[in-house]
């Protein structure tokens, strides 16, 4: 008997632990999943996926805490304001699109920075080009959870990090006359992610 009521007890705070979690969608309209290198050494080029899909379970509407998070990006939605460099890039000497046209995100930990108010280390496994690695992002929340003029909480993060492209196989550069590379080793993710709260 004893055993039969603290297995109920378990179930009941399994139950109740669901029950509390908060489940968030990404709104793609209103955010941006945006990166850049160094171009010739001297300048930075920009550039963003257009197309991605999102879910997010947190603790509760303002902590996310070991939330899980896990997104699927279109690779060949990016978009650098250039059709010929788009799609040099969406070529098998970048992103090989026709092979890998998929790339994810999936956390296994997201810790509050003890530094910055609203701030997380964010760390999860990224898969592109094939190869899965595990990077670390930081995680800058807003202020407040807002109710919009249709009876929706949305809540956002600044997500910002750097990452080394030929980690996962993206290796094709070009030596300048002068010396130095055309493109940068290293890419800085810059993403806005704006959620809306699940019904």
């Known amino acids: 008997m004893k055993t039969t009521f603290k297995t109920l007890v378990a179930v009941a705070a399994i139950s109740l632990s669901a029950k509390a979690q908060t489940n968030w969608n990404v709104d793609a309209s209103h955010s941006k999943m945006g990166f850049a290198v160094t171009h010739m050494m001297v300048s930075e080029t920009e550039g963003k ?12 509407e303002t902590d996310f805490t070991d939330a899980s998070i896990d997104f699927k990006i279109d690779v060949n939605s990016i ?9 040099h890039l969406k070529s098998p000497d970048f992103f090989d699109v026709a ?27 990224l898969t592109m080009h094939g190869v899965t690695k595990i990077v670390m992002l930081t995680a800058i929340g807003a202020s407040k959870v807002v109710k919009d003029p249709y009876g929706m909480m949305r809540y956002a993060f600044k997500v910002t990090g750097k990452l080394n492209r030929k980690d996962f196989g993206l290796t094709w550069n070009a030596a300048l006359e ?3 590379v055309a493109v940068s080793e290293d890419v800085r993710i810059d993403c806005t992610i704006e959620l809306t709260k699940s019904k």
Do not use: C
């Open 178 to 180: 002068a010396g130095g």
């Open 79 to 87: 978009n650098t304001d250039d059709e010929k460099r788009d799609g």
């Open 99 to 125: 092979k890998f046209p998929n790339m994810t995100f999936k956390s296994t930990s997201m810790k509050a920075n003890p530094k910055m108010k609203n701030s997380y280390i964010l760390t999860g496994e």
């Open 49 to 60: 996926f257009k197309m991605y899909e999102g879910k997010v379970s947190s603790k509760t």
